[in-house]
């Protein structure tokens, strides 16, 4: 697959579960890594020619929390509202809480957090 076409899937399941999460563009722009607002424009209008491997590794990281609470809960309401409900795990923070500082490290600590619930 051409790198064009990963980045377009990548940003379109990125800005899905965004939505289903119901988070703000702010937020949005920070748990990418806070890249230039022209480039999250065309991030988000699907127009990018390639994304750098921190992006793309972020957008993975997502996929993987989406998918892990999605396995976790029943419903998927419930596993959209998990990230915004206050968590010990996360110094009482929720998770979007917590990731919003845009570090990629709390990120992973996040999907170790989660594949740890599935053991």
Same mark, same amino acid.
């Not at 702010?26 to 230039?36: F, N, T, V």
């Given at each position: +697959?051409?790198?064009? &076409?990963? *980045?377009?899937? =990548? /940003?379109?399941?990125?800005?899905?579960? +965004?939505?289903?999460?119901?988070?703000?563009?702010? &937020?949005? +722009? *920070?748990?990418?890594?806070?890249?230039?607002?022209?480039?999250?424009?065309?991030?988000?209008?699907?127009?990018? =020619?390639?994304?750098?491997?921190?992006?793309?590794?972020?957008?993975?990281?997502?996929?993987?929390? #989406?998918?892990?609470?999605?396995?976790?809960?029943?419903?998927?309401?419930?596993?959209?509202?998990?990230?915004?409900?206050?968590?010990?795990?996360?110094?009482? *923070?929720?998770?979007?809480?917590?990731?919003?500082?845009?570090?990629?490290? &709390?990120?992973?600590?996040?999907?170790? #957090? /989660?594949?740890? &619930? /599935?053991?």
């Amino acid at each position: +697959m051409k790198s064009e &076409q990963v *980045a377009r899937v =990548a /940003l379109k399941t990125f800005f899905n579960i +965004m939505s289903e999460w119901n988070v703000t563009e702010a &937020q949005q +722009m *920070a748990l990418l890594g806070s890249p230039h607002p022209e480039i999250f424009k065309d991030w988000q209008r699907n127009e990018s =020619a390639s994304l750098s491997t921190e992006t793309l590794e972020r957008i993975s990281c997502f996929i993987i929390i #989406y998918k892990n609470l999605g396995l976790l809960f029943p419903k998927r309401e419930q596993a959209n509202e998990w990230v915004h409900k206050s968590n010990k795990v996360f110094g009482g *923070a929720s998770a979007l809480s917590f990731l919003s500082s845009g570090c990629l490290n &709390q990120l992973h600590e996040v999907c170790v #957090y /989660l594949n740890s &619930q /599935l053991e």
